[in-house]
């Protein structure tokens, strides 16, 4: 026997019922990530709606196409260049004190494009879910990814899921790409740094490297010490403010302190001088550096900038980052010298020189 | 910062140092050649690079770094068998972050971790204790290394695990004693050395007592020293008031921590689950008597050589390295043939290279651009 079609499918309830499924807004009824959640199916949809598009609530994500499309006559009055960057996210463990992988995927790159001297604007979001994760994590992660992008004045306007098999990947991995403009005129490089020139950091070194130590319990340390996790955009705008000449800028993020500078040194070809008394080190950051025998200067910081300036401007950049609350213990750490070329030295407390070379491999606590 | 920063103070360290420089201009009315000073211990060779105090001393006194760090004297061989061991797919293998990218002879635990190895960086034996109560269908080894500063407690993890009777844990016993290492160089006609700076963590253990041999036989000054930049000053300048006095003793700058007859509690520990191998073998050094520990037979179950089977092979160094001979103090790492050429931090031929408290990683990293580092010879390895 056939079923005939109906005369008028919109008023069949079979047509309804289905017209109403593909209306509704997809809700996650599972506790936890499954491969179906990657499958590209009903799954994927309801977790992208309700996760996602339902946190990130902006037009451009809205229309769910398969690439942002971004509007020029917003873009062309800010600037003359856009600035692209993507990283990727995979600390260990998600949460730490002050902050988690969401504010972190959110504020790395928005400082990441900052430093060009860009006004970030759009982020893509794309993640890879382990099997198991459960969906309350999820959640609060994309609900701290949400406030960090609206603190930041950017949008999450395209995305991502796939969810791998448990053990394919280490519960969550967070990717972001971003795009800025360029302000006219501004012109930051690693390759700009001219013997004279300043060196300046907008505070205490490798809070965020010593609170993920801390937080990963190995080590059975009570300490206070937050990451210092935060977007530097507004910093930047005040920095450019007083000196749109700023030779380079640069978070100082794995690596620490030390790899900015060895970068900045080969890639203009000059010496930089460093105080080692002038660097701001936070007693409980230096505690647990004795402790392991590691050196805040190769920590890893979330929300700090090193910027390079001549000379002349070296106090009213000073002044300016002080007067941001990002900046508060901004210092002047050293200074770019013709020689050697390639080269970071340090001044150290007692009047020797030494030698801050890059780091090899990642820091290993000592044995004794 | 308490406890750190009155013995970082600017002030006290030129006070000392004009100090020094006097003593040794006095002297060095009699003397040829270089006051030479070794210090033992990595912590001092990483302390003295860190915060420059080589280029502040007079060029009277030559500092020679010594065979004091761990990781660097670890023969291949035991590096292989500590690999074999990792690579059994029943073993969680734990081991200290800074022993991880020492070379074998064919590879480093790194490497073999990536190669599927199960091996898991800890900061305390107790750690990898733990890591044999959560995996009880696995069979926990760590890897245990260092001087008689790491032994004691490496010593009661063995004590815990048996209280507990944990089946699933064991040592791959390693520890070495600093004593016989010194004596072997003190015996080495190729040395010269003048004196020593003893080292503090070792000696927090054992005491300033047990060096008394390197004062009576060798005749040697020998001074144990903490690690901060004024400890190290105060050393040497306690070095050369024994010289400028004509003493030949052991002093104890470490005071605040070393006792004269050591940590009894810790000592006990050690005596209780380690007994003298006959001969330990050395990076560089070869084989040394009474110079390693391994683990008493009433605890053969919690040692890992007992347990599991090792090659036990003796594997020869990169003939271009010379490790042995900077670990002695006869060259100076800028006078290796690979240092700084094949041989670097990122791609180590020799253990010197590898940690933090090795003297060629400590001129590489605070130092290779100065102008000794520069002296190196460009020279292609062999082989």
Known sequence: MTIPFPSNPSSHPLFQALDQSQHRRGRVGEDMITLSHGSGGRAMRDLIDDIFVGSFDNPILAQLEDQARLDLSVLLPLGDRLALTTDSYVVDPLFFPGGDIGVLAINGTVNDLAVSGAKPLYLTCSVILEEGLSVATLRRVVTSMKAAAIAAGVQIVTGDTKVVPRGAADKLFINTAGVGVIRSGVSCSAHHLQPGDAILINGELGNHGAAILAARGELALETEILSDCQPLHDLVDQILAVCPQVRAMRDATRGGLATVLNEFAQSSQVGIRLEERSLPVREAVRGMCELLGLDPIYLANEGKLVVVVPSDQAEAVLAAMQAHPAGREARLIGEVVAAPAGVVTMQTTFGAGRIVDMLVGEQLPRIC | ?383
Not at chain 2, 84 to 94: D, G, M, Q, S, T
Not at chain 2, 344 to 366: Q, R
């Open chain 2, 1 to 383: 910062m308490k406890y750190v920063d009155e013995f970082r103070d600017p002030q006290k360290a030129q006070a000392l140092l004009q100090e020094i420089a006097q003593l040794s201009a006095q002297i060095h009315v009699d003397r040829q050649r270089p006051l030479k000073i070794m210090e033992i211990c990595g912590g001092h060779t990483h302390s003295i690079f860190k915060y420059g105090l080589e280029a502040l001393l007079p060029e009277t006194i030559e500092l020679v770094h010594g065979p004091g760090c761990p990781v660097c004297i670890m023969p291949k061989g035991r590096l292989d068998d500590a690999i074999a061991l990792a690579l059994n797919p029943e073993i969680i293998f734990a081991t200290f972050g800074d022993v991880l990218r020492v070379p074998g002879s064919q590879q480093s635990l790194l490497q073999a971790r990536a190669n599927g190895a199960d091996i898991r960086m800890v900061y305390s034996p107790l750690d990898a204790l733990s890591m044999a109560r959560d995996n009880p269908d696995r069979e926990v080894v760590f890897f245990a290394i260092g001087f008689e500063t790491t032994a004691p407690s490496t010593a009661l993890t063995v004590l815990q695990a048996a209280a507990e009777g944990l089946p699933n844990f064991s040592l791959f016993c390693n520890h070495v004693r600093v004593i016989p290492a010194m004596e072997a160089l003190l015996d080495n006609p190729d040395l010269q050395l003048d004196g020593f700076i003893g080292p503090g963590h070792v000696s927090m253990v054992i005491g300033s007592q047990p060096y008394q041999v390197i004062a009576d036989r060798y005749h040697k000054p020998l001074v144990v020293s903490g690690f901060e930049p004024l400890d190290i000053l105060q050393s040497i300048w306690m070095v050369l008031r024994q010289f400028a006095t004509g003493r030949c003793e052991v002093e104890n700058q470490y005071s605040r921590l070393v006792q004269p007859e050591g940590n009894t509690v810790a000592l006990n520990a050690m005596a209780q689950v380690f007994e003298v191998r006959d001969q330990f073998e050395w990076r560089g050094l070869g084989y040394l008597s009474q110079s390693g520990l391994q683990m008493r037979s009433d605890y053969a179950a919690f040692d890992a050589e007992v347990k599991f089977t090792v090659p036990g092979r003796s594997v020869a160094d990169h003939k271009a390295c010379q490790c042995g001979e900077i670990l002695k103090g006869v060259l100076k790492p800028w006078q290796c043939k690979v240092f700084g050429t094949a041989c670097t931090p990122d791609h180590p031929i020799g253990s010197c290279m590898v940690s933090s408290e090795g003297a060629c990683a400590a001129y590489y990293k605070y130092g290779r651009f100065s102008q000794a580092g520069a002296q190196f010879q460009k020279t292609p390895v062999p082989g």
